[in-house]
C-alpha cells in the first residue's frame, strides 16, 4: 500500500434509504467540452462531471485555445475556436487516468496540423491505443508510441486528413468516437461501419451540434454512421444527466442491504447504456422507473431502488457494450445471488483501467466468494442473500474507481468489513462518493 493511500473499511450497513442524485455522465461530459471548444460561440454545459477525468479533458482543450471556465453557478461556459481551430499545445497534454480523454483526444486532434504529445498515470500507462492508432494513421496522423502502442505517446496529425471507412474489429464506442471527431475537420465523408450497437453519445451530441451525420441501420442490425466533414458547428446549452455507471453503485447497494428503498434523480437511460438495469431486473431486482423523459437529446428517468433476493444469471455477450464497466459491480450483485452465475465474452474488462476479471477474482475470494476465473469471464458461486464473511483484505483495488466502489458496496452487506486499499481513483469519476453513501444510511 503507498504511504499517500487512502484505506478505507466499510461495514454492514442498516437499510439504505434516501433521494440522491449522482454526478454528471462521463462519457456525456467529456464530449460536451470537445464540442464546445470546436463550436464558434459560447456553450454552456450544466451538470458537467467534475472529476479528474473530465478536467483533464477541459485542461487539454484550454491548453489547445479554448476558452473554459466554470461560473458561481456551477455551469460552465466555454468559447469555441472552430472546427480545425485549435492550436498547438506548448506542453505535454497530462491525461491522469482518462483513457477516454486519451482516445478522443487522438481523433480530435488527428486532423490538425500540429503536434502533441499525450502522458498518463501509471494506470493509464499501461492501457494499448493501437486500436485508435491504426484506423487514425489511415487518415494520416503520425505516431511515435511507448512499447505496446502505450503511452507516454506522440502524435502528428494531418490537415487536410483523409477520408476513410473503417469497420470496428472491435466493439468500442471510444474507437468510433475517435474516428468521428477526426472526421470533423477532414474533407469528404468519414464512415464508420458497427456490427455491434456501442454507446451512441457522439452520433447524438455530434448532430446535436450541426454535423451533417447519417446513419443507416442494416437489416442483420450493423450500423455505418457517414460523418459529412470540414463541419461548422454551433454552440449549444447541453444539459448532462446522471451517469448511470455511477448510479450503478447505489442501486446495486439498496437491492442487496436488506429493508432498502431510494430514489436516484436524474438518470441518464440511453439503451446503449442500461444494460446493468435489464440485467439486475432478470435477476429479479426491484427496479423501476419513473418520470421518464428526455433532456438534451438523452432518455432520462428517476430509479425507485427496493431491496429484492437476486438470482443468478448467465447474460448473453451481446449484451457486453451496454453494460462494459458496470461488470464489476454487477459481479458483486451476482455474488450475493442466489445460485452460480456465468459471465463470458469479456475479453474487454482486461484492457480497462486494471485488468478488471483478476482483479475481483481476487477481491471476491479474499472476500469469502467462490470464482473461478475463465479467460474471458467469471464463473460466481452466489451466497444466497448470506452476508460477505469479508475475511482477508486488504483489497487491491489496482488504482481502479470501479474496484474500489464495488467493494466498498460488499462491504455494506459484509458481516466482518471490507477493507479497500486506496478509495483515492474514486475521484476519477463520482467525487463524493462515500460522503452520498451516507446520506443514505449511517457508514461505520
Known amino acids: 500500500m503507498e504511504p499517500s493511500a487512502q484505506p478505507r473499511s466499510f461495514t454492514k450497513a442498516p437499510p439504505l434509504s434516501g433521494t440522491i442524485s449522482v454526478p454528471g455522465d462521463k462519457s456525456i ?13 459560447e456553450s454552456r454545459v450544466e451538470g458537467l462531471l467534475e472529476g479528474e477525468d473530465v478536467l483533464a479533458t477541459a485542461a487539454a482543450m484550454r491548453a489547445m485555445g479554448a476558452d473554459i471556465l466554470r461560473g458561481g453557478d456551477g455551469a460552465w461556459r466555454i468559447h469555441g475556436v472552430g472546427v480545425g481551430g485549435l492550436l498547438q499545445p506548448g506542453q505535454a497534454l497530462d491525461m491522469g487516468n482518462s483513457g477516454t480523454s486519451t482516445r478522443l483526444l487522438m481523433g480530435l486532434l488527428a486532423s490538425h496540423a500540429l503536434t502533441a504529445t499525450f502522458i ?15 484506423p487514425l494513421s489511415a487518415m494520416g496522423a503520425e505516431f511515435t508510441a511507448s512499447p505496446g502502442g502505450r503511452l507516454p505517446l506522440t502524435m502528428r496529425g494531418l490537415c487536410p486528413a483523409v477520408p476513410i471507412e473503417y469497420r470496428l474489429p472491435v466493439a468500442s464506442a471510444q474507437v468510433k468516437s475517435a474516428i468521428l471527431l477526426a472526421g470533423l475537420n477532414t474533407p469528404g465523408i468519414t464512415r464508420v461501419i458497427e456490427p455491434v450497437p456501442t454507446r451512441d453519445h457522439s ?19 450493423v450500423r455505418t454512421i457517414s460523418l459529412e466533414g470540414e463541419a461548422e458547428l454551433k454552440p449549444q446549452h447541453i444539459v448532462v444527466p446522471g451517469d448511470p455507471s455511477s448510479a450503478a453503485f447505489p442501486m446495486v447497494a439498496a437491492l442487496l442491504v436488506p429493508g432498502s428503498r431510494i430514489v436516484i434523480e436524474n438518470v441518464g437511460l440511453n439503451d446503449t447504456r442500461a444494460g446493468l438495469i435489464e440485467l439486475l431486473r432478470e435477476m429479479g431486482g426491484g427496479i423501476e422507473i419513473v418520470n421518464a423523459r428526455e433532456a438534451g437529446g438523452e432518455p432520462v428517468g428517476d430509479l425507485v431502488v427496493t431491496a429484492s433476493a437476486l438470482k443468478a ?7 457486453v457494450p451496454s453494460m462494459v464497466d458496470e461488470f464489476p459491480i454487477a459481479f458483486i450483485a ?18 480497462k483501467e486494471s485488468d478488471r476479471i483478476t482483479a475481483m477474482a481476487e477481491g471476491l475470494r479474499l472476500i469469502g466468494v467462490e470464482v473461478e476465473e475463465l479467460e474471458d469471464g467469471l464463473v460466481i458461486e452466489g451466497r444466497d442473500g448470506d452476508p460477505f464473511p469479508g475475511r482477508g483484505g486488504p483489497i487491491s483495488t489496482k488504482l481502479d474507481h470501479r474496484i474500489a466502489m464495488s467493494f466498498a458496496v460488499a462491504g455494506l452487506v459484509s458481516s466482518g ?3 479497500v486499499d486506496d478509495m483515492r481513483p474514486v475521484a476519477t469519476s463520482f467525487p463524493g462518493f462515500v460522503t452520498l453513501l451516507e446520506t443514505l444510511g449511517p457508514l461505520q
Do not use: C, N, Q, T
Request: hydrophobic share 45%; glycine share 12%; proline share 4%.
Open 120 to 134: 498518463g498515470d501509471a494506470s493509464l500507462s499501461k492501457r494499448p491505443m493501437g486500436r485508435v492508432i491504426e
Open 29 to 41: 461530459s467529456h464530449r460536451s467540452l470537445m464540442l464546445s471548444a470546436l463550436a464558434v460561440g
Open 334 to 351: 451476482a455474488a450475493m445471488a442466489k445460485g452460480r452465475s456465468i459471465f463470458r465474452g469479456l475479453e474487454e474488462l482486461r484492457v
Open 313 to 319: 444469471v448467465e447474460p448473453d455477450p451481446a449484451r
Open 417 to 419: 468489513g471490507v477493507m
Open 203 to 221: 452520433e447524438r451530441m455530434l448532430s446535436g451540434f450541426g454535423a451533417r451525420l447519417d446513419i443507416d441501420i442494416a437489416s442483420d442490425g
